[in-house]
């Protein structure tokens, strides 16, 4: 067959340029990315226990988990007569012990806005208290967690209708931890209403791979707290846990916030923010021995910071014979459980009881 002119004849590469591409080409340099400042830097969490009060994290840090509890907030107006009560009870008790601090007052007992998404901001009163009484262990969740803790809270206060409870008596609590000691206002009437709405939230929690409430809890309000001693017999044979009632929102300021040291001769007033567990001794307020080693003393120098080996013995007898007929008549400490809040890190959400 004839070519045409116009055919284009087929070219191959001769051996010469084969050999050229088939060389692999010299590798790139690989460039050194700067070194990041360190102001871009996300800041370790250090552990400080100068910034709060003396106290000492008794859960690490982890990046992406949020501390959290769900409770009752009872609003004390100072000049209820509960209120002033409570004024008479810590000052005569820092008589006996001036290691004490306050809980749930807002810094400096002055007058403060408190925002809780579902509830709406508030103004708080200046020398106003809030206690909590918690219905849940201290609990740590991922971010993918918060929103089903938050949905149950929800769906538990829309299952449960407001009530009134009380609180009966003066006692002495301590933390597992064996690194404070609290004055607490025990809960009596409203006992089983409380106990329902903590049992409402075992399925949200085991489903969370949390524990659950405690079996045989024992409703109360911190009102004051003291450091103990590195080595304390603070613990009580035949003792049980139950949480402790955190007050005026760690904002962390936790679980965060910078606290003024005083000296150990100051009446101060801070509010209560850290979370932890508690253990109650039983009916006898005499002390045993310690069922276990104390903690070990933390890093951190605590001398502006004084501590007790635990309570004096005589200061919860003398409390219940001198203020519990007081605390006890009608309508002095009744409070009403109208809301329950759940905290999660710095967030605060709150629904009311609907029923």
Not at 324 to 336: I, K, P, S
Request: charged fraction near 25%; glycine fraction near 6%.
């Amino acid at each position: 067959m004839k070519r045409t002119d116009s055919e284009a004849l087929v070219s191959y590469p001769s051996s010469d340029e084969s050999d050229t591409e088939s060389q692999p080409a010299p590798p790139l340099k690989k460039k050194k990315l700067p070194v990041l400042s360190a102001s871009l830097q996300p800041p370790t969490p250090v552990d400080n226990p100068a910034l709060h009060q003396g106290r000492t994290r008794t859960s690490p840090h982890v990046e992406g988990q949020f501390a959290a509890y769900v409770y009752v907030p009872v609003v004390v107006d100072a000049r209820s007569t509960l209120g002033k009560l409570l004024d008479e009870v810590a000052s005569h008790a820092k008589e006996i012990t001036p290691e004490l601090w306050d809980v749930g007052f807002l810094d400096n007992h002055e007058e403060g806005d408190v925002d809780v998404e579902g509830i709406g901001k508030r103004r708080r009163t200046k020398g106003e208290r809030e206690l909590h009484v918690s219905l849940s262990r201290p609990t740590y969740l991922r971010a993918h967690q918060r929103e089903e803790l938050k949905r149950a809270v929800r769906a538990l206060a829309k299952s449960h209708i407001p009530f009134k409870a009380s609180f009966a008596t003066f006692s002495e609590l301590t933390n597992d931890e064996q690194t404070r000691t609290f004055l607490t206002l025990e809960v009596g009437a409203g006992h089983n209403e409380l106990r329902s709405l903590s049992e409402a939230l075992t399925p949200t929690l085991h489903s969370l791979r949390q524990k659950e409430f405690y079996t045989d809890p024992r409703f109360h309000a911190s009102i004051a707290w003291a450091l103990l001693d590195a080595k304390s017999d603070a613990a009580f044979s035949g003792s049980k846990s139950i949480p402790e009632s955190l007050s005026v929102l760690e904002t962390e300021r936790h679980l965060q916030g910078s606290i003024t040291s005083a000296p150990s001769n100051s009446v101060l007033h801070r509010t209560q923010i850290g979370a932890s567990t508690l253990t109650y001794p039983p009916a006898s307020t005499s002390p045993q021995e310690p069922t276990s080693d104390a903690p070990t003393v933390p890093k951190y120098p605590l001398r502006e910071f004084p501590t007790i080996p635990h309570l004096p013995p005589t200061l919860i007898p003398t409390l219940n014979a001198k203020y519990t007929a007081e605390l006890t008549r009608a309508n002095v400490g009744v409070f009403e459980v109208g809301e329950v809040r759940v905290k999660i890190g710095k967030w605060v959400g709150g629904w009311a009881l609907q029923g």
